[in-house]
């Protein structure tokens, strides 16, 4: 099991969600060493004591414990599979940990292709967006081998309080994609609720506080809600990386030969928001549809 005496953690993503994350880790009292596409986004990290490397490959030098929280699934490919990646240049006996929404067949080629190498790979989406990461309240989804999950439950613990083992490599990226699911429909209804409010003449803040704690309650409608009637639509979660997990669940429901047609709704409509621009709003500004 990981301790702080003999683990380097590397974080590869310092994003949104993937700054709060190294924090963290940093603030537990782990060595720490980060890159990120971006340099800037990780300043406040070295500031804190993290060391800049200038690629994956530097990471997998330095890291026996790699978490990574990129973008889409090609990023994820060039983080690990590049003639700079992890895996690439890994060391027998580390820990990586994908915590991007991915497929589910990119992660089991990881874990194969880890295997090979002796390096322990896990997938390890999250669920929960910036307010989760920040306040170390995110749910994670594992797959892999239990006992590589066990080994990293230290870390897994300093950011999530519902961490849960879902099987075999690819498991975590399926349990993402039915947690993707519920929302984009959930998401429709919250929207729809809010304006029916306003419509009515009602005050939604009342509204939410009669409708938020019955059987209509949901995480997007207690935390998004209150952002959508406040006009504040900054990013906890992106529409463009929202639109990429409903095409992967879309592509994975077709597999299994199962008709999605709340997801397909979701995925088209926030397709017409990013063909307004809105590609880079959080996933509340549905609420802007309407408009």
């Not at 240049?89 to 991007?100: A, F, P, R, S």
Request: glycine letters at 10%; a negative charge.
């Amino acid at each position: 099991m990981v301790s702080t005496e003999n683990t380097v953690v590397g974080f590869i993503g310092t994003g949104v969600m993937g700054n709060h994350m190294a924090r963290h880790i940093l603030q537990a009292g782990y060595e720490v060493v980060v890159h990120t596409r971006n340099k800037e986004k990780a300043l406040n990290l070295l500031e804190m004591g993290a060391r800049w490397m200038e690629s994956p490959k530097d990471v997998a030098n330095e890291a026996n414990v790699i978490f990574t929280i990129v973008g889409y699934p090609k990023d994820v490919e060039d983080v690990y599979l590049g003639d700079n990646g992890i895996i690439s240049n890994g060391k027998k006996g580390t820990y990586v940990i994908d915590m991007t929404t991915s497929t589910p067949s990119l992660a089991k080629r990881l874990y194969k292709e880890a295997s090979e190498k002796g390096i322990h790979a896990l997938d390890a989406p999250v669920s929960g967006g910036e307010i989760g990461a920040k306040e170390g309240r995110l749910s994670i989804m594992v797959g892999g081998d239990k006992k590589a999950s066990e080994a990293v439950q230290p870390i897994f613990d300093l950011f999530g309080t519902n961490i849960v083992y879902q099987g075999e490599a690819g498991a975590g990226q399926h349990t993402k994609m039915c947690n993707q699911m519920a929302i984009a429909t959930n998401m429709i209804g919250v929207c729809e609720a809010v304006i029916y409010a306003e419509k009515a003449g009602l005050d939604p803040r009342t509204v939410l506080q009669s409708i938020s704690s019955g059987a209509a309650g949901s995480w997007s409608l207690s935390h998004l809600a209150p952002k959508m009637i406040d006009g504040d639509f900054e990013p906890g979660f992106y529409i463009k990386h929202f639109i990429k997990d409903m095409t992967i669940a879309l592509e994975e429901a077709k597999a299994m030969g199962m008709l999605t047609p709340g997801l397909e709704l979701a995925k088209q409509m926030y397709e017409k928001l990013a063909e307004d621009g809105e590609e880079n709003s959080g996933t509340q500004a549905l609420y802007k549809y309407w408009a």
